[in-house]
């Protein structure tokens, strides 16, 4: 496999139209600089947030509907950058899957996971079948 540093993405290319082998390195170049980005605008926006709002944000409010209004949101604050932590680990996951070969592929069952699913959801390590019977797994196993 080529490098990724040598290879180049062509600007109009979309991995839907590439009808090359699955998970070329002009398509593992595409995924791997996707998910880059994504993770890049996720640090970008977390570190604005905490800067403009966490920091900010004064909780001892004299009204107690404005304390609880500000602790509600400093509250749903902390839940999304916490959400976009989990998310960015997952990110840096499938990059190590780009590394190693293995992106692409269904953890479950080793077939390739749809173009169109992973340009949707760069992160997704089951193909969408193998994603349903983990869903109605755990809905069972919950239901116990």
Request: hydrophobic share 35%; with cysteine; charged share 35%.
């Amino acid at each position: 496999m080529a490098s990724p540093a040598s290879v180049l993405v062509p600007p109009d290319y979309h991995p839907k139209d590439d009808k090359g082998e699955f998970m070329n390195s002009i398509m593992l170049e595409y995924f791997r600089l996707k998910l880059i980005q994504w993770r890049a605008e996720l640090i970008r926006e977390s570190s604005d947030t905490i800067k403009e709002t966490l920091q900010e944000t004064e909780l001892q409010k004299p009204d107690l509907a404005d304390r609880a209004s500000a602790e509600t949101d400093h509250a749903l604050e902390l839940r999304t950058r916490d959400r976009e932590r989990k998310l960015i680990s997952k990110i840096n996951e499938a990059l190590m899957r780009v590394d190693d070969g293995s992106y692409g592929y269904c953890e479950d069952s080793g077939e390739p996971i749809s173009v169109a699913r992973l340009d949707a959801r760069p992160v997704a390590t089951l193909t969408i079948e193998a994603q349903e019977r983990h869903e109605r797994m755990e809905k069972t196993h919950r239901d116990d």
